[in-house]
């Protein structure tokens, strides 16, 4: 198997992934002296929080995404790779490539991030795609905006209705975020441009399997999300469990497990309602005889290092992680991008520190708070401060929301990009990322 060459005079530390996690445990390596190698299976740096806007044709990708090479730019100590991790050499200390490369290393940090869970339902991925990379969200924008195309040439009422039904399914903050944007898209967004059919006679569904949207959130922050989505014209079904998911529907169980059967009939379904960590997660596992949850989430020791294998560290969605906080007892690690950060930074601060022979420092995470839009003028924002917890919701934590998501976005251009189409959205409820390729096939 063919080996990648280099000087080996400098310790090495590999990276795999180019997410929040992998990009900051990079750029804090910046000025080291070591030979910094990051992997990346695409060319780009992804700002997930707003990919559901580019889903929605809000947003174009290039204003969310940032080459991994442009990134990297100005820092000299990195070397940036192309190419899928399929193995790792825990003995021998490399890394193997899907094109049958291998990367040795003497410092290895894991940022694989994560990907959809069907719970067990893998067949259903073809008919509800889920959000989590750009060719998602290409898909799943194509599937909305064909949807109205088709339904303008259906003649059948039934048929009709069936198209112009959008269902996503979970209620966390990217089903939240998807099923607001949609009733907009519906009501406003596309408002006078059919002869045949009425937009905004759509229906938008969002299905929960639990008793409320946004658990991670306050119940009354959650509650005002709910009536937020409402009001926009979303129609919320909690504790409603999702049974069956084909081309032409979904199945659901309201009410628990002895609850009724309802069919949805729906050509365009959305998965939002699992997560799972990548696969590399069980590889990685298996090569260093280390633990994984339910999730395929590795256990980590409290510097993120794995037992027995200090040399290397899990970060981000890949880690089932404890903040370590003086006084406290260990608390887990939420798999949100600030705590993604906030790894990457820490474990690669304790490479330095082995490498200078110094302790290592536990993680602790520090919360900045949740945020959730909902749609125009509304989301829910939960933020701590030294004086307790400040609720709030409705324009002011959607102005917040917009402001928070614009400082951390990637690069100036982005930012002013960004700023300008949601500021055109905004007063003409245009969206103008609204090219497909070609048209949704029909599935019936």
């Not at 049958?100 to 003497?106: L, M, S």
């Not at 069907?118 to 924008?141: M, N, S, V």
């Not at 302790?359 to 919360?367: G, I, M, V």
Request: hydrophobic content about 45%; charged content about 20%; aromatic content about 6%.
């Amino acid at each position: 198997m063919p080996s990648l060459q280099s000087m080996r005079a400098l310790p090495r530390v590999v990276i795999v992934g180019c997410g929040f996690g992998g990009l900051e445990a990079a750029r804090t390596l910046h000025d080291e002296p070591l030979d910094v190698v990051v992997i990346e299976k695409t060319n780009h740096h992804l700002f997930q929080p707003l990919l559901y806007q580019v889903a929605t044709a809000g947003l174009a990708a290039p204003s969310i995404a940032a080459p991994s090479r442009w990134l990297f730019r100005h820092q000299p100590n990195v070397t940036t790779l192309l190419g899928e991790v399929c193995g790792i050499d825990a003995a021998g200390r490399c890394v193997h490539l899907g094109d049958g490369h291998a990367v040795p290393y003497d410092h290895l940090i894991v940022a694989a991030g994560a990907t959809h869970s069907y719970f067990g339902h893998d067949e259903w991925a073809a008919d509800a795609p889920g959000l989590k990379t750009l060719a998602d969200a290409f898909e799943i924008r194509r599937r909305v905006l064909t949807a109205f195309e088709r339904a303008e040439l259906e003649k059948d009422p039934d048929r009709r209705r069936a198209l112009l039904t959008f269902v996503v399914i979970g209620g966390g903050p990217t089903g939240v975020e998807m099923a607001g944007t949609l009733a907009e898209i519906a009501r406003h967004t596309l408002a006078g441009e059919f002869r045949r059919i009425v937009p905004s006679s759509a229906q938008v569904l969002l299905v929960e399997g639990s008793s409320r949207v946004l658990q991670a959130m306050p119940e009354r922050l959650s509650e005002r999300a709910r009536q937020q989505l409402e009001k926009l014209g979303v129609k919320v079904r909690l504790n409603a469990m999702v049974t069956r998911i084909d081309a032409l529907g979904l199945e659901v169980r309201e009410g628990g497990a002895d609850g009724t059967a309802v069919r949805i009939d729906s050509r365009c379904v959305i998965w939002a309602a699992g997560v799972a960590a990548s696969p590399l997660g069980r590889l990685l596992a298996q090569a260093t005889g280390t633990d994984c949850d339910r999730a395929g989430r590795i256990h980590v020791q409290a510097d993120l290092s794995l037992p027995g294998h200090p040399e290397i560290s899990v970060v981000g969605d890949l880690a089932a992680a404890m903040s370590h906080v003086p006084g406290q007892e260990p608390r887990p690690v939420p798999g949100v991008s600030p705590a993604a950060k906030q790894m990457g930074r820490a474990a690669a601060r304790n490479i330095l520190a082995r490498i200078a022979g110094s302790d290592t420092q536990p993680f602790r995470y520090k919360d900045w708070g949740s945020l959730a839009t909902i749609g125009r003028n509304a989301a829910v924002a939960d933020v701590p401060t030294p004086f307790g917890p400040l609720r709030f919701s409705g324009y002011l934590a959607w102005l917040f929301w917009l402001f928070v998501h614009v400082y951390f976005l990637i690069g100036f251009r982005n930012r002013l990009i960004v700023l300008m189409d949601w500021a055109s959205a905004y007063w003409t409820f245009r969206r103008n990322a609204r090219v497909v390729p070609d048209v949704q096939p029909d599935r019936d």
